[in-house]
């Protein structure tokens, strides 16, 4: 699969502000992405997807953005909490391989909730 | 089960030896993966299981390194003349048809370490 990376490799952020974290991929077919949280001890977890056909998308405090343009991604949180602290990657299925659970995954993003 | 299991939890082995490592996925789910985690970085993708037939094992780095799911549940990936560059965590995921974008479940990982 084409890299997928992240620009930051910690970010600290206060309990209640908004945390961005950012990704950037590098194959512009790519149709499909996910972020994953990961805490401590603990596989990934699931948080939101977004297909290339959608610019945005929302969850519960997060939000996803997609610039197809420049072939970069956001997930944002708000009012962060302590229980966000995490490592947070995006990842995107390889091409053509008929299971959108085959990911390629960024190195990812460490965030720290300080309080 | 309730989620994706993984046993053990923490695993040291010294260089040469022989291990293996268990994966028992959700119920249900027919998709199985195996990623591996090295320190500071993203899941790597190992091997793709559909049923009990492995899809893809396009990852998997060399033929030390193998894996089964005879009954098409449970799945153990074996290790052959462990190195110490084989530490890592070895996560294990499963979904629920590993068609279109079914979400995929992650395990809490076993930690190999070689010494």
């Known amino acids: 699969g084409e890299s997928v990376g992240l620009h930051l490799p910690t970010l600290s952020v206060q309990e209640g502000d908004n945390s961005i974290i950012n990704c950037a991929y590098s194959n512009s077919a790519s149709d499909y992405f996910i972020w994953y949280k990961q805490e401590s001890g603990k596989g990934p977890q699931f948080i939101i997807d977004?297909?290339?056909?959608?610019d945005k998308r929302q969850g519960q405090r997060v939000t996803v953005l997609l610039n197809k343009t420049v072939k970069h991604l956001s997930l944002q949180i708000a009012a962060t909490q302590p229980g966000d602290s995490a490592v947070y990657f995006c990842a995107e299925p390889y091409a053509y391989t008929g299971t959108a659970s085959k990911l390629t995954f960024g190195t990812g993003t460490r965030l720290q909730v300080t309080l | 089960g309730a989620g994706v299991s993984q046993t053990p939890s923490n695993k040291v082995t010294e260089k040469g030896k022989y291990v293996e490592l268990r994966c028992d996925p959700i119920?249900?789910?027919?998709?199985l993966y195996w990623y591996r985690q090295s320190l500071g970085q993203g899941p790597e993708f190992l091997i793709y299981?559909?049923?009990?037939?492995?899809?893809?094992d396009s990852g998997l780095p060399n033929d030390r390194f193998f894996a089964v799911r005879p009954e098409g549940s449970v799945s153990t990936l074996k290790i052959q003349r462990t190195e110490r560059g084989d530490s890592a965590v070895y996560l294990c995921a499963s979904s629920f048809s590993g068609t279109g974008d079914t979400e995929a479940f992650f395990g809490q990982g076993t930690r190999l370490t070689v010494v």
């Open positions: 119920s249900g789910h027919t998709a």
């Open positions: 299981f559909q049923g009990t037939g492995a899809a893809d």
């Open positions: 977004i297909r290339s056909n959608m």
